[in-house]
């Protein structure tokens, strides 16, 4: 027995496949058209398709996502060698390797990166754009870096409102980490540090800035916010250098990420209170000047 009978018609007005899409049309909730979407887009003995773009969105709860019912047609991703066509209900997304989906009330789920990107392929509003990516970041949904890496895989970021977009989210990102940073630091009663500063040696070369500074400790602070859409590996060597060259003058660096001081921010204030703690163990720092940055 079909899982979504169809009213009686000739034959040859049938799709070939049994779990055709038009089966959802009689569907009568969000839940029917994504599973009849899913089923179509798996066909006999195969596997792996699962629900991308807007409807996997409103699945995870996006504000800025229509609800699962709303689009027109519900795109599904499936491998790239698959032989299968969209139709009028279901649009059909290719991928070279496809990404583990998740499970979403029952419904396989492409990761948030991956069903955002496939989302702003569809979008021409700038507006809409932003919402979206400003959504999966700030939302805590996925890490910048792994959406950039989507958005430049599907090839968006060769488009403006694209790179608009996420350079606004990377800037609230930051100041949103920066944020964190301080409620950590008056949330645990550490000792004030001088926030966001320069350090060069006197007379001499610029060390670099850092987010937080105790110069009676020579403890700093650094968060990691690294802009995904620079050279990984080179942008790590500068923070590398940087650092090394600072723990060269007995300054002691905590590298601190966003997303560490989100999820466990009491563990990274013991982090940096070990620090602080440990500087009468070391031998005194050189001195440096400090300067607003």
Known sequence: MNDFPLPRRPLAAALPTPAAPAAASAASGSGERLHAAVRYASGAGSAGAMVTGAAALALYGFAAAAPPAAPDRIDVLVERSRRLRSTRLVRVVRAA???????VTGVPVAPVARAVADAVARIGDPLAVRRLVTEAVSGGHCEP????????????MDQPHVVAAV??????????????????????ALPEPLWNVDLRLPGGPHLGGVDAYWPEYAVAVELDTRSPRRDEEAEWTEYS????????????????TPRKLRDAPEQQAVVVRTALMAAGDRAPAAYVVVLPR
């Open 97 to 103: 390797e496809l990404p583990a989906p998740r499970e």
């Open 241 to 256: 250098r940087k650092r090394e060259h600072l723990e060269r003058l007995g300054i002691t660096v905590v590298h601190l």
């Open 167 to 188: 350079d606004a989210v990377l800037a609230e990102g930051r100041a949103l980490a920066e944020s964190r940073l301080y409620a950590m630091v008056r949330g645990d």
């Open 145 to 156: 870096g792994v959406l950039v890496r989507e958005l430049v895989a599907a090839r968006l």
